[in-house]
């Protein structure tokens, strides 16, 4: 693992989004469903971890996104700045995939979903 752990860290000139950026691209997602923020997680270069969640007015269940910045922390790490979605059942989460890349020299977003 540690012949990898380089490709985890951003490069300096590397753009971080804010925290407004981040929830301005969750709300396009989510489309205007009333949203209930689940944590987030800041370290000296911003924030590195934002999740809410909705429900799913078909199933009832929870739908999460997670916005995870490129870079090694407490929770894991991403090679990638990225948002996801994940699907729960209850309290499992039953699966997922990326809805939105964040390309750190541009400073845009590009909706993969």
Not at 28 to 43: A, F, M, Q
Not at 83 to 91: A, N, S
Request: hydrophobic share 30%; no cysteine; net charge negative.
């Amino acid at each position: 693992m540690i012949a990898f752990a380089g490709q985890f860290e951003r490069g300096p000139q590397e753009r971080i989004p804010s925290r407004e950026e981040v929830l301005e691209i969750i709300s396009k997602l989510i489309e205007g469903d009333e949203i209930e923020h689940v944590r987030e997680k800041y370290d000296d270069s911003g924030l590195y971890l934002f999740e809410v969640k909705i429900d799913d007015p078909e199933t009832g269940e929870s739908v999460h996104y997670e916005y995870r910045r490129k870079g090694t922390y407490p929770e894991g790490a991403t090679a990638e700045t990225v948002i996801d979605i994940v699907f729960y059942e209850g309290d499992m989460p039953v699966g997922g995939h990326n809805v939105a890349d964040f390309n750190s020299s541009t400073g845009e977003w590009k909706i993969v979903e």
